[in-house]
């Protein structure tokens, strides 16, 4: 286990690659899916429009996860197939 940054000096500082993005398992997917087909009213928006927000905002409601847009905009391509 390599020291905490504070103790490493400059050395502590040096990258360690890019953070892996969080993606759904199957069964987190499935539930997205069975989330979405409710609509949005029934999550608190006031029509049934679906934006890359909204579905950003109900999986971090649903799942305790963050997603960036783009990230969303796959799981919604992926939904709508």
């Known amino acids: 286990m390599p020291p905490p940054a504070h103790d ?9 690659g890019p953070v892996p993005r969080p993606e759904l398992s199957e069964a987190l997917f499935t539930v997205l899916e ?17 934006t890359l927000a909204r579905i950003k905002t109900l999986i971090g409601r649903r799942f305790y996860m963050s997603m960036t ?3 969303a905009q ?4 992926c939904v709508m197939l």
């Open 8 to 16: 490493a000096g400059t050395e502590g500082l040096r990258s360690t």
């Open 34 to 50: 069975q989330e979405l087909a409710k609509g949005p009213v029934a999550h608190g928006w006031r029509d049934q429009t679906w």
């Open 69 to 71: 847009l783009f990230r």
């Open 74 to 77: 796959d799981t919604r391509a």
